[in-house]
């Protein structure tokens, strides 16, 4: 079912091209080089970079189950 589920996804491209998790071919090291290209993009143009990065380590322990 889940390789069914998959070629149907891909084949009516039904996900966002940044949508890394959970694909293959679509590691955490692609998104990571995706940001990297857009940051550089941004500073050879001379405007602002602004980064905001939440560690979110812990978030699933503190919902009530």
């Given at each position: 079912?889940?390789?069914?589920?998959?070629?149907?996804?891909?084949?009516?491209?039904?996900?966002?091209?940044?949508?890394f998790?959970?694909?293959?071919?679509?590691?955490?090291?692609?998104?990571?080089?995706?940001v990297?290209d857009n940051?550089y993009?941004?500073?050879?143009?001379?405007?602002y970079?602004?980064?905001?990065?939440l560690?979110?380590?812990?978030?699933?322990?503190?919902v009530?189950?």
């Amino acid at each position: 079912m889940a390789s069914r589920l998959t070629k149907f996804i891909t084949a009516n491209s039904l996900l966002n091209d940044y949508q890394f998790g959970f694909r293959r071919h679509h590691s955490t090291s692609l998104a990571l080089i995706d940001v990297i290209d857009n940051v550089y993009s941004h500073l050879d143009n001379k405007e602002y970079v602004l980064g905001i990065y939440l560690d979110l380590k812990k978030a699933f322990s503190t919902v009530d189950h």
